[in-house]
Structure formats: structure tokens, C-alpha cells
């Protein structure tokens, strides 16, 4: 649900940056005028309503990563909220992770917490503040 000050991160592994656009992005119906909800929202059953596309950042890497700090090292508040994230999650990262979702402004409630699928799996880790 949209909360101010809030981020919701998801980690998993994704093959290309162009398939974590695919999977996050939410496409444009041109007939009716509006955006549908992305696979992503679909398989965690976000409703489209809920957030700003925005306040979405997303990274993938060519390698998996170990350590959390090294997959969201870098991204928006990474300052604030990698202790934050560590300490739900662990510093260390569970194998084949190459990539995270960050949903700010948001505070996922946990419908689902993974989807395994051809092509990708992803973890719902948490939700922290922000600031």
C-alpha cells in the first residue's frame, strides 16, 4: 500500500536488464488510454492504484552478488536503508541474486513473498523507512 517514507525491496534474478524492464514496466494500452499492471504487480498482486512508476528503481547485474550492500549499493538512500534491509535480510545474500526491486513511497503487506517462474524468480525481503 503507498506509505510516504516507506521503500518495499525485492531481490531475485532476472537474465537482462531488458527482461527486469519487461517484468517491471508497466505497459501502455493505447486503445483504452491507460497503463496495465506489469507482471511484477501481477505476480504480487499489487494493485496499479498503489503506486507512483516513478518511485521504481530496479538493478540487475551481469554477475550474482553476495552481499547485499553490493546489489543495492548505489541506489536511492542506500545510506539509510541498506543497515535497514540487513538487518531483516542478513548482510549475506542466498545464491543466484543478480537483481532488486525498490518500490518507494510503498509499504508492501506481504500477499506473496516469492514467485518462481521460467525465466525469473524474486523475494519480497521488507519494507523500512526511508528517512
Known amino acids: 500500500m503507498e506509505r510516504e517514507n516507506f521503500v518495499s525491496l525485492w531481490i531475485g534474478s532476472i537474465q537482462t536488464d531488458d527482461k527486469l524492464n519487461e517484468y517491471v514496466e508497466l505497459p501502455y494500452d493505447e486503445e483504452e488510454g491507460d497503463f496495465l499492471p506489469s507482471p511484477f504487480l501481477i505476480d ?3 494493485d496499479i492504484d ?3 512508476e516513478d518511485f521504481i528503481e ?3 547485474y551481469d554477475q550474482n552478488k553476495e552481499l ?6 548505489g541506489c536511492s538512500y ?3 536503508i541498506l543497515s535497514r534491509f ?3 535480510q542478513g548482510k549475506q545474500l542466498p545464491k543466484n541474486i543478480n537483481s532488486a526491486i525498490l518500490l518507494y513511497n510503498f509499504d508492501y ?16 525481503v521488507g519494507s523500512v523507512s526511508y528517512v
Not at 547485499?68 to 549499493?73: S, V
Not at 506481504?110 to 524474486?122: L, M, P, S
Open 109 to 124: 503487506e506481504g500477499k506473496r513473498n516469492e514467485i518462481v517462474n521460467n525465466g525469473y524468480t524474486f523475494k519480497f
Open 50 to 52: 498503489d503506486l507512483d
Open 86 to 88: 540487513e538487518a531483516i
Open 44 to 46: 504480487f498482486d499489487i
Open 78 to 80: 542506500d545510506e539509510i
Open 58 to 60: 530496479k538493478v540487475v
Open 68 to 73: 547485499l550492500q553490493e546489489l543495492i549499493g
